[in-house]
């Protein structure tokens, strides 16, 4: 077996090793550095994608002098290795001499760059001539080295690869290439932002912003290629939020964006384009759960049902708000989190096709250390299995390398010469291969747009929709294993309070006679507390759980009992009034309970009533027990039996027995006789 995670993890080292040998851009190289106190950054600002021998290589550098020094004599040396024969050659070359040198050519600069100053500098050379001279004429790809030097000495080097093709490919490789549109919840129940990212991150040059825009020209561009866009509703949500103006923490203080202004019209920019994005045919959308919970975080917080929810909410989010429906067969996991359990659970609901991680599978290993298939099946037990795309460790690897970062444009050149070098691995075989731009990429503005175009207009690459690439390549046919790495949860103190604030939503709802919108938002506010950013702050979720719990708790105590007073019973059988109010502006549903042992109900001490004005006396028909003042307690349940208000009555019972009225008659017509006694005549002897 190959080891997917163990292959990035021997990549990543490598690529390390040999970019961190030579910064590239924009730091200048320690080796070449001989000049005293003379320090020059050299970027990339252009270079053609690749070369055919009717298509000149030209690139464009920008020459910062960021030393003390000026520096005069300029030449320009641009050098033509020998194309490199695998992968790992292609990765040392992109800092050091990976093959011998086919030719150099050196052009003098007029001027001097002085202290402080920037100059761009253009170069083109025949690359077509320079293989015919050198007896190549191969397709490939060739390191070039383009070197600035000052009075015949390097002050700073460059190097990129160029992509040679001497013929049309027959054969381009399958990609499938995703991006995932993501930001976590930043705001609280109140709708306050808590912290500025968001409107950071969509503002005119952002990372996020630039990659939508690059998607969106593509898209709406005349070659416009098939791409899968993973959109995240927790995005959506917040964007419609800004766009209507919207409240931000800063620092200690809170600002106040107005529709139209600042982060609001850039939230309404973002939004549209997402939306032409989406509404292309090309593109295929793929949607995150409703809050992007970390899948196994919420399966071991056992709240019933809200797994499900979390889905199907997150799909009609995105259709909702995006204009389109996603595919619910085709799914990635909120921050590429996933384990063994929720891959099953997510085969329950329908998903077909799984968005993964490079390190999260184990992948079968290629002959010849050739790139890991693009598609695997997942094994999920008993047999059955999952469809995986799995982008490519090396291109993982090197999206993350401070090459990327330091030099975008250079970065996005070095990507398509690592897809370019795949692809020459067997160019004559249908193959495929992965990339996957996650949220949390960090990848800097201006590698999108390069990056784009590229992979568009390469000849050598066939851009394919994910659901779609098993179909041209099919995945081996032994199952690998899902290799979680760390996988979060939420407490069990947190765990149990999602589980009660549903309860209570469910007790919220039994007692409504009509439809309301307010389980629905209660129940959006506890989904939301689930999102994945909360399981490491949970105290910031806990506002979400904090605001259910205070919305039922006010409503129920906008219902209650209005006491009578003290109800006196005159007989022993008779009737007691029962006050009940409710306050809540809708109509509700309760049962009223009597009880006291000195009571007997005659027609049942509950009684379930519809409250559809604010005060309504029920009538409750009893047999007294004994004589004397008593309490009556008074309960107002719901129609479950869970406790809402409680009470408290007296009553004052006057009533005799008959046992008691015998008793009584008795003694008064004996003492009624004594004393009638006196007026009878006494017999004398």
């Known amino acids: 077996m190959y080891d997917g995670r163990a292959a990035m993890r021997r990549l990543a080292p490598l690529l390390a090793l040999v970019l961190g040998l030579f910064p590239l851009s924009p730091a200048v190289a320690q080796d070449i550095d001989p000049v005293p106190e003379a320090r020059v950054e050299l970027s990339l600002l252009r270079q053609t994608p690749w070369n055919e021998p009717r298509r000149p290589l030209?690139?464009?550098?920008?020459?910062?002098?960021?030393?003390?020094?000026?520096?005069?004599?300029?030449?320009?040396?641009?050098?033509?290795?020998?194309?490199?024969?695998?992968?790992?050659?292609?990765?040392?070359?992109?800092?050091?001499?990976?093959?011998?040198?086919?030719?150099?050519?050196?052009?003098?600069?007029?001027?001097?760059?002085?202290?402080?100053?920037?100059?761009r500098i253009e170069v083109e050379e025949d690359l077509a001539a320079v293989l015919r001279q050198a007896g190549r004429h191969a397709t490939?790809?060739?390191?070039?080295?383009?070197?600035?030097?000052?009075?015949?000495?390097?002050?700073?080097?460059?190097?990129?690869?160029?992509?040679?093709?001497?013929?049309?490919?027959?054969?381009?490789?399958?990609?499938?290439?995703?991006?995932?549109?993501?930001?976590?919840?930043?705001?609280?129940?109140?709708?306050?932002?808590?912290?500025p990212a968001v409107e950071r991150s969509v503002a005119v040059?952002?990372?996020?912003?630039?990659?939508?825009?690059?998607?969106?020209?593509?898209?709406?561009g005349p070659r416009a290629a098939p791409v899968d866009i993973v959109v995240s509703p927790p995005l959506l949500d917040q964007l419609i939020r800004m766009r209507g103006g919207y409240r931000v923490q800063v620092g200690p203080e809170v600002a106040e964006v107005q529709e139209g202004q600042a982060g609001a019209a850039d939230a309404s920019r973002i939004l549209g384009r997402?939306?032409?994005?989406?509404?292309?045919?090309?593109a295929e959308v793929a949607a995150m759960p409703f809050a992007a919970p970390e899948l196994p975080a919420l399966i071991r917080a056992d709240v019933p049902g809200d797994f499900r929810e979390q889905l199907q909410r997150g799909w009609r989010a995105v259709e909702e708000l995006a204009g389109t429906a996603p595919n619910p067969r085709l799914f990635y996991p909120p921050d590429g989190v996933v384990d063994q359990h929720s891959l099953g659970r997510l085969s329950t609901q329908g998903i077909r096709v799984l968005l993964l991680d490079s390190d999260d599978v184990e992948v079968p290993a290629q002959e010849r250390g050739f790139a890991p298939p693009p598609v695997v099946r997942v094994a999920l037990g008993g047999g059955r299995t999952l469809t995986a795309v799995v982008p490519d460790p090396g291109l993982t690897a090197l999206l993350g390398a401070s090459l990327v970062r330091d030099?975008?444009?250079?970065?996005?050149?070095?990507?398509?010469?690592?897809l370019a070098a795949i692809w020459l691995e067997q160019p004559g075989e249908i193959r495929g291969t992965a990339i996957l731009i996650p949220a949390d990429a960090a990848l800097p503005p201006r590698f999108f747009g390069p990056f784009v175009r590229g992979v568009v207009r390469a000849p050598w690459l066939r851009p394919v929709k994910a659901s779609g690439i098993g179909s041209r390549v099919p995945p081996p046919d032994r199952p690998v294993q899902v290799t979680p790495g760390e996988v979060g949860e939420f407490s069990a103190q947190y765990a149990a309070r999602l589980r009660d604030a549903r309860a209570l939503i469910r007790t919220y709802r039994s007692v409504l006679v009509e439809e309301s919108p307010v389980p629905e938002e209660l129940t959006t506010l506890v989904l939301t507390a689930e999102a994945g950013v909360f399981v490491r702050l949970e105290a910031v979720g806990?506002?979400?759980?904090?605001?259910?719990?205070?919305?039922?708790?006010?409503?129920?105590?906008?219902?209650?009992?209005?006491?009578?007073?003290?109800?006196?019973?005159?007989?022993?059988?008779?009737v007691i009034p029962v006050g009940v109010t409710n306050e809540t502006g809708q109509p509700i549903r309760v049962r009223v309970r009597l009880s006291s042992p000195r009571l007997r109900f005659v027609g049942g001490s509950v009684q379930e009533v519809e409250l559809d004005q604010p005060a309504r006396t029920l009538t409750f028909r009893v047999e007294t027990q004994t004589t004397g003042r008593f309490p009556v307690d008074v309960r107002i349940e719901t129609p479950s039996g869970e406790p809402l208000a409680s009470g408290e009555l007296v009553v004052r019972s006057t009533a005799y027995s008959r046992v008691a009225l015998f008793i009584t008659m008795g003694a008064a017509l004996f003492l009624l006789a004594r004393w009638g006694r006196r007026f009878l005549p006494r017999t004398r002897t």
């Open 542 to 574: 806990g506002r979400f759980l904090d605001e259910v719990e205070e919305r039922v708790r006010a409503t129920f105590r906008l219902i209650g009992t209005d006491p009578s007073g003290v109800v006196t019973l005159t007989s022993r059988t008779g």
């Open 407 to 418: 030099d975008p444009r250079l970065g996005a050149q070095a990507v398509l010469g690592e």
């Open 58 to 119: 030209q690139v464009a550098v920008l020459a910062r002098n960021v030393g003390t020094v000026s520096l005069r004599e300029l030449t320009l040396a641009v050098t033509v290795a020998d194309r490199v024969g695998s992968r790992s050659a292609y990765a040392l070359s992109l800092s050091a001499d990976a093959t011998p040198a086919l030719s150099i050519r050196t052009t003098p600069i007029g001027g001097a760059l002085r202290a402080g100053e920037s100059r």
């Open 205 to 220: 040059g952002a990372p996020l912003s630039a990659e939508i825009g690059a998607l969106s020209s593509m898209l709406g």
């Open 274 to 282: 997402i939306r032409t994005i989406a509404g292309s045919e090309l």
């Open 140 to 195: 490939g790809v060739y390191p070039v080295t383009v070197e600035l030097r000052s009075e015949g000495l390097a002050v700073a080097r460059l190097r990129t690869p160029a992509v040679y093709l001497s013929r049309e490919p027959e054969q381009p490789l399958n990609l499938a290439w995703t991006f995932v549109l993501h930001v976590p919840v930043t705001y609280g129940p109140d709708g306050l932002f808590l912290t």
